[in-house]
């Protein structure tokens, strides 16, 4: 079978390899679809602790089950299953109780567990018994059901902002993330969702998602105006979606009395400090949360919402490439042409 490996920094290679062999106890499963990741980007240039190279990454994707042990419960042969990235280890506090992202080993597939740019891959014991593993039926599509994953941390966001009925929504940055959240917080009880983008090319990708207002960061004062279309309250929740620490600081700025500001996107080990007056903090009694991953409920929920359309994929992912095209498609990623990258290991 083809795989993609990470031999070192910046040098990822296409490799023969043997078929797994698996267990009583664990899977193999037939890579469909899988899409590039941010963090995959960043893992080859900069490396992460937890990936050794030689490795395999990759984290959204989704496929069928070809083979399982005679120990395995959860999947049959022939099932279609996405997967997600953050596995529980089971054991710490964390995990029992249900927060396995917070976990301190913080296991994940395409990091500790060999990942998906491959056309198979063993779905091990701990993945199959603690992780994201999700059966769907033959309406959802394997590149859709891939996007589970980043819908999944989406989700794990809005819940830590207390998402709920009436809510005013501001998203900062038009990504993939950004774009799904529109919808996400829509089918949250959000009545109202602003959008705001620096690239006008995203812009125009994002706005198939109907939010109410679209703001040209570039072009505008955008806490002016996310206040005045807030009737000079400010949002009630404000989502970084973008890894800016201008969004960061601004988010707090915006956002209204007894709001909640959810700092998603990660920054650069480089970026400045947060520069913010912690009065403003203090006397508009506002929150400020982080969210990183997701936990297998939320990754269940993801797969749902795409099966029944309450949130839509179809206008992000731009481009496809076969995995012998592995190169071409981190490419695409990183010149941000586009916004999904979808990788066929059997195209």
Same mark, same amino acid.
């Given at each position: 079978m083809l795989s993609a490996i990470l031999e070192d920094l910046n040098r990822l290679t296409l490799r023969e390899q043997p078929m797994p062999e698996t267990g009583d106890d664990e899977a193999l499963l037939r890579v469909e679809a899988v899409a590039?990741?941010?963090?995959?980007?960043?893992?080859?240039?900069?490396?992460?602790?937890?990936?050794?190279?030689?490795a395999v990454m990759g984290h959204e994707a989704a496929g069928v089950i070809v083979k399982a042990g005679s120990q395995v419960t959860r999947v049959k042969e022939g099932d279609r299953v996405a997967l997600g990235a953050d596995?529980?280890?089971?054991?710490?506090?964390?995990?029992?109780?249900?927060?396995?992202?917070?976990?301190?080993?913080?296991y994940a597939i395409g990091y500790q567990i060999p990942g998906a740019f491959t056309q198979y891959m063993k779905l091990p014991r701990l993945v199959l018994e603690e992780g994201p593993v999700t059966?769907?039926?033959?309406?959802?599509?394997? /590149?859709?059901?891939?996007?589970?994953?980043?819908?999944?941390c989406a989700i794990n966001g809005l819940e830590l902002v207390n998402m709920s009925l009436g809510k005013t929504v501001v998203i900062l940055g038009l990504g993939p993330i950004g774009a799904m959240m529109i919808d996400l917080a829509r089918v949250m009880g959000a009545t109202k969702v602003i959008a705001v983008q620096r690239s006008h090319k995203r812009m125009e990708i994002?706005?198939?998602?109907?939010?109410?207002?679209?703001?040209?960061? /570039?072009?505008?004062?955008?806490?002016?105006?996310?206040?005045? /279309?807030?009737?000079? /309250?400010?949002?009630?929740?404000?989502?970084?979606?973008?890894?800016?620490?201008?969004?960061?600081?601004?988010?707090?700025?915006?956002?209204?009395?007894?709001?909640?500001?959810?700092?998603?996107g990660g920054l650069k080990e480089d970026a400045r400090p947060l520069s913010v007056l912690s009065n403003t903090i203090h006397y508009k009694e506002c929150f400020v949360t982080g969210s990183h991953?997701?936990?297998?409920?939320?990754?269940?929920?993801?797969?749902?919402?795409?099966?029944?359309?309450?949130?839509?994929v179809a206008p992000i992912i731009t481009h496809r490439f076969p995995l012998t095209r592995i190169h071409d498609a981190f490419a695409a990623m990183e010149s941000r042409e586009g916004m999904k990258i979808i990788v066929q290991p059997h195209g």
């Open positions: 590039i990741c941010g963090s995959d980007v960043r893992i080859l240039h900069h490396g992460n602790p937890r990936v050794k190279p030689p596995v529980p280890c089971g054991q710490c506090s964390w995990c029992r109780n249900g927060l396995g992202n917070n976990c301190a080993i913080n059966p769907f039926g033959d309406a959802l599509s394997f /590149e859709h059901a891939a996007l589970a994953e980043p819908l999944a994002a706005r198939a998602y109907d939010a109410d207002v679209y703001v040209a960061s /570039e072009e505008e004062d955008v806490v002016a105006r996310c206040r005045e /279309e807030t009737g000079g /309250e400010g949002p009630d929740i404000v989502v970084t979606t973008c890894g800016s620490v201008e969004a960061h600081e601004q988010a707090i700025e915006m956002v209204a009395h007894r709001g909640y500001v959810n700092l998603f991953g997701s936990v297998p409920r939320q990754h269940e929920l993801a797969v749902r919402l795409l099966e029944k359309g309450m949130v839509r």
